[in-house]
Nanobody, 121 residues
Framework: QVQFVESGGGLVQPGGSLRLSCAPS????????MGWFRQAPGKERSFISG????????WYDDSVIGRFTISRDNANNNMYLQMNNLKPDDTAVYYC??????????????WGQGTQVTVSS
């Protein structure tokens, strides 16, 4: 199974922005659908955004729609999550994974370490 490496997290004030990156641990980027997940303290991991192989179709959970943008660059083996207008409720460890669907979570690959996003003043 392909494992992914997430980066770009950090501490940001409410209303701020971050851009997360996701890269596969192997050279070959998956041709599958991909997704971003997050796990807040004391909660289960949840699916927040998905994208198809070409990037032409995307989906967002209501909690992030209008604030987050998912994208991918297959030529450079990367996927991104641009997060704007961050809120304290966005505080979580963020993970990426290949995903069976675009619009709900069904992860396929192995989980990486994730990247911590903390939104606090």
């Amino acid at each position: 199974q392909v494992q992914f490496v997430e980066s770009g997290g950090g501490l940001v004030q409410p209303g701020g922005s971050l851009r997360l990156s996701c890269a596969p641990s192997t050279r070959t980027f998956t041709t599958n659908n991909m997704g971003w997940f997050r796990q807040a303290p004391g909660k289960e991991r949840s699916f927040i955004s998905g994208i198809n192989w070409s990037g032409s179709s995307t989906w967002y959970d209501d909690s992030v729609i209008g604030r987050f943008t998912i994208s991918r660059d297959n030529a450079n083996n990367n996927m991104y999550l641009q997060m704007n207008n961050l809120k304290p409720d966005d505080t979580a460890v963020y993970y990426c994974n290949s995903n069976e669907y675009i619009n709900h979570g069904a992860p396929i690959g192995s989980w990486g370490q994730g990247t911590q996003v903390t939104v606090s003043s």
